[in-house]
């Protein structure tokens, strides 16, 4: 997979998505990341990559012109066909669910926006989809980008080293994960669960299934709802943790 960041930043995006796991992964080559100076594709004297908005307002507005020369060029060089995503809060939040399918594809460019945004006219040519971190705004594209390329990076296969590096985290599977813990078993008078220290791996597995349950249960009720918790064992589960619940509210009376 190729990842291209559009960017009036590339030093700063490109310095931290070579360290630890994707910079391993780039050695190795199962991933690619590139980031391009959009500054080097104006045709202005001065680098000028923005001006004014039409129809007045405050701010500046990242021209049509340069975006679409550097886009052009890292399309070229791509080899096969792009798919080109803007950064914006204007677009449909991001989800595991698309890191997993854009992790899929060969030639991604990222285009990181600023200021007051990017000409419209470039994201109705060149933009296959808009894609938001949240409902919030930044200062630039720049993190989105990082964040985006960071989890779709690590769902290319051969980036971590087992499929279960990942198919157990939050999302992933629609909860969110269970309680992790390491060494040492005691620390400031707080004891790691006991049936994790049992080496009966069946219990764990049912036991971490249970935490995932009540966490997705009690942080992210939307997500506990669309949950199929038709099968036998969770069912028992389920009423493992009614019990545990009751019995709760009965000490704290």
Known sequence: ???DILTLFPETV?????????????ERGYIRIETHQIRQYTTSKQCQVDDY?????????MQADPLYR?????RQQAGGPVHTVYLSPCGRTF???DAIRLSKLENIILVCGHYEGIDQRFIDECVDEEISL?????????????????AVCRMVPGVLADPECFEDESHYSGMLEYPQYS?????????????????????????????????????????????DLSSKQDWKLLQEMEEEDRLKEGSEL
């Open 95 to 97: 989800k595991q669910a």
């Open 14 to 26: 490109g310095d931290v998505l070579s360290e630890s796991i994707l910079g391993r992964a780039q």
């Open 183 to 227: 060494r040492p078993a005691v620390w400031h008078g707080r004891e790691v669960p006991s049936i994790l220290l049992s080496g009966d791996h069946k219990k764990v597995a049912l036991w971490r299934r249970k935490q995932a349950l009540r966490r997705t249960k009690e942080r992210r009720p939307d997500m506990y709802e669309k949950l």
């Open 134 to 150: 949240g409902d919030f705004v930044l200062t630039g594209g720049e993190i989105a980008a990082m964040a985006v390329t960071d």
């Open 53 to 61: 908005p039409y129809g007045g307002g405050r701010g500046a507005v």
């Open 70 to 74: 550097c886009w052009d060029y890292v």
């Open 1 to 3: 997979m190729r990842i």
